[in-house]
């Protein structure tokens, strides 16, 4: 980050600071005490299961300079406010305003980071751009992420996540985009929201940071979206496959088991290296942001064909002739969906076989979110599903009904057990369940197996 004096800090989080060091530069946050490199400020954060005031003492043991608190300061260069959460967001709002570079805000339920990644290399081929690094898109995440602005840089890329109304609202008065993105309106998150079209209005608080001026744009093929125009006052653009009033349509488009293609108006194909008709979703998206700032087509072109998935976001490993798919990150109804349409356009030699597991956060919609899954999985053609959790049975009883043999287990070493019984060569195995099912589990067991093997 670039250096802020004690003095600016103070102002900008409204704090009380009666001892500090007049001129003090500080050019490193932290809301871990054990990172106190340079001249360290650090956010005592308070949560359920942890209060960062405890680690005051061994912040400045390690060698930090300041702190932000929600107590009575007893440190030298100690600044005091009412709710060190909040201070966190108004100092990034703060360092945010130091910074004139186009920033592209990124929501939706599904496909925000893939889609980040792509913008985030689309502008990278441009000129050097900072971006949002794993999940940090949330309260916490983005304005740390912020701080990691620097003057070299000339685009910024940042992804806002949420679970309730009025988060997404915040994070985007935080982060100002110039550029906002929507990718589409699913179904994460619906236990907390209540309906695809409560999502829709939390997702579309974006808006609310966007810039006077601004654009805002949206996938065109998701009906939600499509029909929101008359809700959105900014200037409005849609990329897409199926909707011919989209502004920006792929076409021509070409899927295999290595990844997609497409072609754009008149200016040639574009190479996608990850595989599923999702993927071209969020090269479009990537076309538009990159088209609207002006970056050539050559350079659109090379930064959506550095790609890489990565974090256990669909990466295809080959073991033995075994192909495995690792989509361990996280999941929803959508996102299975799309996961399963990959595992489908595979087409192997051997069985189509998908692992999948419990997905969170449905409340009274859990069990026909998962029957909807299993849906997915019969038309997907699979030839052996393998669910792992209570709520998974679900998937497995609906595709069974619709003619998939399908074998559920109740935790993940079962599963591994299972599988490396029964697994030959030429089979390609999905892995994909929510975060917390932990199905890294899985499919680093049958990777072992498979090694051990050969």
Known sequence: MEPMHIEEIVSAVNGHAPDYDTGLAIDHISTNSKLAQGSSLFFALQGERFDGH????????????????????????????????????????????????????????????????????????????????????????????????????????????????????YLSKIAKPGIAVITNIGTAHIGNLGSREAILHAKLEILDGLAPGGVIILNGDDALLYGAQDMITHRTVFYGIDNECCDYRAHDIALDSHGSSFSFRDEGRIEVPAPGRHHIYNALAAVAVGTELGIPFTQIKEGISRFESGDMRQEIIDLGGVKLIEDCYNANADSMKS????????????????????????????????????????????????????????????????????????????????????????????????????????????????????
Not at 66 to 92: C, F, K, M, S, Y
């Open 339 to 454: 996961a399963l349409e990959v595992l489908s356009s595979l087409r192997p030699a051997g069985r189509k076989i998908a692992v999948l597991g419990d997905m969170y956060e449905l409340g009274e919609f859990t069990e026909a979110e998962h029957r909807r899954v299993g849906t997915y999985a019969a038309k997907a053609r699979v030839d052996l599903l393998v669910t792992v959790g209570k709520l998974a049975t679900a998937i497995a009883d609906q595709a069974a009904l619709e003619g998939v043999e399908a074998v559920s287990f109740d935790d993940n070493q079962a599963a591994v057990d299972y599988l490396t019984t029964v697994l030959v060569q030429e089979d390609v195995v999905l892995f994909k369940a929510s975060r917390g099912a932990r199905f890294e589990e899985i499919s680093r067991g049958v990777r072992f197996f498979l090694r051990d093997r050969n």
């Open 54 to 169: 405890a680690f005051i003492g061994d912040f400045y043991a390690n060698g930090g300079r300041a702190v932000i608190t929600q107590r009575e300061p007893t440190h030298r260069n100690a600044i005091a406010v009412e709710d060190t959460r909040l201070a966190l967001g108004d100092l990034a709002r703060h360092y945010r305003d130091k910074f004139s570079m186009p920033l592209v805000g990124i929501t939706g339920s599904v496909g925000k980071t893939s889609t980040r990644n792509m913008i985030a290399g689309v502008l990278s081929a441009a000129g050097p751009t900072h971006s949002t690094k794993s999940n940090l898109n949330n309260d916490i995440g983005l304005p740390m992420t912020l701080f990691g602005l620097q003057g070299p840089h000339k685009y910024a890329v940042i992804e806002m996540g949420m679970n309730h109304a009025g988060e997404i609202s």
